[in-house]
Nanobody, 117 residues
Framework: QVQLVESGGGLVQTGGSLRLSCAAS????????MGWFRQAPGKQRELVAT???????SYANSVRGRFAIARGDARNTVYLQMNSLEPEDTAVYYC???????????WGQGTQVTVSS
């Protein structure tokens, strides 16, 4: 079982930036995908961005051009750089690990991001 530890959430004003980090541990082999999801109060969890072990990334339309997902020097670390933040980005952000973009097997504990207007 892969364990995920997230960090980097907080409170920021509209237009500001935050960077989230996620470190995975627990015997990661072969091809894998890591991603960020978010869940706002009263809403379903939604996919924000993914990146696979080959470095290919994808984004939700709502964040494309403002957010960037990247891997760290260690292949099991992933970052989410969030720029031009809007109040609509307020949510709990979760890091996820999977063997395919449709098979997420591990989740982080979540980190709160709050954007004030």
């Amino acid at each position: 079982q892969v364990q995920l530890v997230e960090s980097g959430g907080g409170l920021v004003q509209t237009g500001g930036s935050l960077r989230l980090s996620c470190a995975a541990s627990g015997g990661i082999l072969g091809f894998f995908v890591m991603g960020w999801f978010r869940q706002a109060p009263g809403k379903q969890r939604e996919l924000v961005a993914t990146i696979n072990s080959g470095g290919s990334a994808s984004y939700a339309n709502s964040v494309r051009g403002r957010f960037a997902i990247a891997r760290g020097d260690a292949r099991n670390t992933v970052y989410l750089q969030m720029n031009s933040l809007e109040p609509e980005d307020t949510a709990v952000y979760y890091c996820a690990f999977g063997t395919t973009p449709l098979s997420w097997t591990s989740w982080g504990q979540g980190t709160q991001v709050t954007v004030s207007s």
